[in-house]
């Protein structure tokens, strides 16, 4: 065999093995995303569902979508597979799902009840392709307890879930949204209470109290080193395109510190048309990290 017979056969094999990797494999390190929530008018008025949405994701430039349970019709295989068939048709990556729920509350039935429905969600999460899921702590209904008594039954929960979350290979994620995760604290408490490998924060841009101004920074530095998931919170721009609550700059700037992987997933949340604001959040990411 000649040098450049060596050479060739061993970029033939190589292309080969690559083609052997499952496509969600693929995924690259950093990639534009959109949370479905951010299309929630269009969503219940029925104008798109998760099969006909990822048309407009592929228009939209986007890689990939997060989806919210609330819209999720059934867990059948059959259904998710028409979800899996149009996201591949379009290029899209199925990044996870958006699970909502209470793993805190004080009714003992209802918490275990609700370990055993997120275990379902994962299993969708996974079939669909999803790396990652993001349960809702919700509390206890007192906010002295929520970081105390709320932050153990989560933890309690989260470590029942993580054989099976080990098995799925999917990652469980907490977003900064009130009650048991209002503050960064409490998050870092139940991330290392549980397992940081699988355990980490799906970090909402915005989701912080906004006075005093600095806090809505330090909380999200703080996260930013555990975040397998994130929320670019959007509400209002001025006129050159800047989120007027906060400086994406900084916020991304935690994140490329922390060399972050995964997707940057649009949460538009303002008054304005949801596609426009994804639009106008979309170019406020790309203006600060390019994908």
């Known amino acids: 065999m000649t040098k450049s017979h060596f050479i060739k056969g061993g970029v033939l094999l190589l292309m080969i093995a690559l ?3 499952p496509s969600e494999a693929k995924q690259p390190k950093v ?3 959109c949370e479905t929530y951010s299309l929630r008018n269009y969503l219940n008025e029925g104008k798109y569902d998760f099969v006909t949405v990822m ?71 996974a079939y669909l392709g999803g790396k990652i ?12 307890t929520d970081g105390t008594l709320g932050v153990q039954r989560v933890i309690e929960a989260f470590n029942e879930l993580l054989p099976l979350a080990k098995e799925l290979g999917l990652k469980i994620t907490i977003e900064n949204h009130g009650g048991v995760s209002l503050k960064a604290d409490y998050i870092l408490e139940i991330i290392k209470g549980t397992d940081p490998k699988w355990v980490g924060s799906c970090l909402d841009f915005r989701n912080w109290p906004m006075d005093p101004p ?29 989120e007027t609550s906060i ?12 060399r972050y992987q995964g997707a940057v997933s649009i949460e538009f949340e303002g008054p ?20």
């Open 19 to 21: 083609s052997l990797i």
């Open 31 to 33: 990639y534009m995303a």
């Open 55 to 125: 048309p407009l994701m592929k228009e939209l430039g986007m890689k990939g979508i997060t989806l919210n349970d609330i819209w999720l019709k059934s867990f059948d295989h059959a259904y998710l597979d028409t979800i899996k068939a149009s996201a591949k048709e379009n290029g899209i990556i199925i990044v996870g799902l958006i699970c909502e729920g209470n793993l805190a509350t004080n009714n003992e039935e209802a918490r275990k009840k609700q370990i055993q429905v997120d275990a379902d969600k994962m299993r969708a999460a």
């Open 133 to 144: 899921v993001r349960l809702n702590l919700g509390g206890t209904g007192n906010r002295e």
């Open 214 to 242: 600095e806090l809505k920074y330090e909380e999200n530095a703080k996260l930013a080193p555990y975040a397998y998931h994130t929320h670019a919170k959007a509400h209002n721009f001025d006129a050159n395109g800047e």
């Open 247 to 258: 400086s994406y700059e900084k916020v991304l700037k935690y994140l490329k510190d922390a």
């Open 272 to 291: 304005e048309d949801q596609i426009v604001g994804v639009k106008k959040t979309r170019d406020l990411i790309l203006k600060y990290w390019k994908m």
